[in-house]
């Protein structure tokens, strides 16, 4: 048990030697803050901790220089006065204030060594940092409207992202909302969408609808708007024909077929017997049994209802303002109604499982060509979502 308590000790005290080595590392590489957390988490666990005092003076001497580096940071970055830097400045206050507010509640830490209280100097900059978030506010907001002013697709997201920026470092900032809304709709591309039925037959209204409702896509493209109906004040950038050009319906058909189920299957039993008639006995005395078996069959009569539609078009995108075809996809779906049911006659047993599923089944009367193409059409909807997925802008 000694030797278990020594074992102990020394693993614990190689731990917190690597401990204090990482954070010694950390500051010899510059990484102040990686120094200053390995710290704080240490002495908060045990005060009591052999290396707790080390752990005081590498807190000390990390708290310092991380200060320092940052304050010479601040005042170079307030000196170039640019744009970019604004942003920079805010975030290194945060730093200075986070990094002040995580040892704060450890204080006072003593060192017995050092024979004297850890000496952090803080400082209030709280005026600093909301000097510091005006500039980079304003910093962003300006940089949005140039964005803006540049009038193309591309620099209205840009704008976007950066006033979503600006919203997470201010909410309600001036007319940022509006502005968002802008960037938004002239950086985004607005497609229009139409259904041309070349096909001579008639396509159900509730298809079309399901088609062009493109809420139910879920293509999730923030900058790209599809339209089947022209909006007032849109400039369309693209378009595209779903173009119906085959219907082909198949007659309903009825086929009949059947065949024969034969099994041999046990059926009871018998007593054995010896030549004169006499039953045989075990040496228990109780009777021998012999399994009896039987032959048995059946005749299944099976009807099938066929009834087929494909459907078969293309998908082609164009350049609304240059007026030329961009590519074409083809786009075809076929939809089967098939039911199978089932009769027969004779012994029952002699039927396998799939049969007896089959006697379960019933005559279904066909469906209509309108909902033959309806249901085709969910096929169509799907691969054509495909391929606006594959060719979003």
């Given at each position: 048990m000694k030797a278990f308590y020594i074992l102990l000790f020394t693993a614990l005290f190689s731990i917190s030697c690597n401990s204090v080595k990482r954070s010694q590392k950390?500051?010899?590489?510059?990484?102040?803050?990686?120094?200053?957390?390995?710290?704080?988490?240490?002495?908060?666990?045990?005060?009591?901790?052999?290396?707790?005092?080390?752990?005081?003076?590498?807190?000390?001497?990390?708290?310092?220089?991380?200060?320092?580096?940052?304050?010479?940071?601040?005042?170079?970055?307030?000196?170039?006065?640019?744009?970019?830097?604004?942003?920079?400045?805010?975030?290194?206050?945060?730093?200075?204030?986070?990094?002040?507010?995580?040892?704060?509640?450890?204080?006072?830490?003593?060192?017995n060594e050092m024979g004297r209280n850890a000496n952090f100097i803080f400082s209030d900059y709280s005026n600093d940092l909301l000097a510091a978030k005006d500039a980079y506010v304003k910093s962003l907001y300006q940089e949005a409207l140039v964005y803006m002013q540049r009038n193309t697709k591309q620099d209205y997201r840009s704008a976007f992202n950066v006033l979503c920026e600006l919203d997470e470092v201010q909410l309600n900032y001036k007319d940022v909302f509006q502005l968002k809304e802008d960037a938004h709709f002239q950086g985004s591309d607005f497609v229009f969408v139409t259904l041309n039925n070349h096909t001579g037959q008639f396509i159900p209204f509730?298809?079309?609808?399901?088609?062009?409702?493109?809420?139910?896509?879920?293509?999730?493209?923030?900058?790209?708007?599809?339209?089947?109906?022209?909006?007032?004040?849109?400039?369309?950038?693209?378009?595209?024909?779903l173009n119906f050009q085959t219907i082909q319906i198949t007659p309903e058909r009825i086929s009949d077929s059947q065949y024969n189920r034969n099994q041999r299957i046990k059926d009871g039993y018998d007593f054995r017997r010896d030549r004169g008639g006499n039953i045989v006995r075990d040496s228990l005395g109780n009777p021998i049994k012999i399994d009896r078996y039987i032959d048995i069959s059946a005749t299944v009569y099976t009807t099938t209802q066929e009834k087929a539609v494909f459907v078969g078009g293309t998908v082609v995108y164009k350049d609304l303002n240059k007026?030329?075809?961009?590519?074409?996809?083809?786009?075809?779906?076929?939809?089967?109604?098939?039911?199978?049911?089932?009769?027969?006659?004779?012994?029952?047993?002699?039927?396998?499982?799939?049969?007896?599923?089959?006697?379960?089944?019933?005559?279904?009367?066909?469906?209509?060509?309108?909902?033959?193409?309806?249901d085709a059409g969910q096929d169509i909807k799907e691969r054509f979502k495909e391929i606006l997925r594959n060719n979003s802008l």
């Open positions: 950390f500051i010899s590489q510059g990484n102040y803050d990686e120094a200053i957390e390995l710290a704080t988490k240490k002495l908060q666990k045990d005060k009591g901790a052999k290396e707790y005092d080390a752990h005081i003076r590498i807190l000390e001497e990390a708290f310092l220089k991380a200060k320092d580096e940052d304050m010479l940071q601040i005042a170079f970055l307030k000196k170039e006065n640019s744009p970019s830097g604004a942003k920079e400045i805010y975030y290194t206050y945060l730093d200075l204030q986070s990094r002040q507010n995580l040892i704060r509640p450890l204080l006072p830490l003593y060192s509730r298809l079309e609808q399901d088609l062009l409702d493109f809420n139910t896509y879920g293509l999730d493209d923030f900058w790209t708007e599809y339209d089947s109906r022209r909006e007032k004040g849109i400039n369309y950038d693209l378009g595209i024909d007026r030329q075809q961009i590519n074409s996809f083809p786009l075809s779906s076929e939809f089967v109604f098939r039911n199978t049911y089932a009769t027969f006659r004779g012994d029952r047993r002699a039927l396998t499982a799939e049969d007896k599923k089959l006697l379960s089944n019933h005559f279904i009367p066909f469906p209509n060509n309108e909902q033959m193409v309806f």
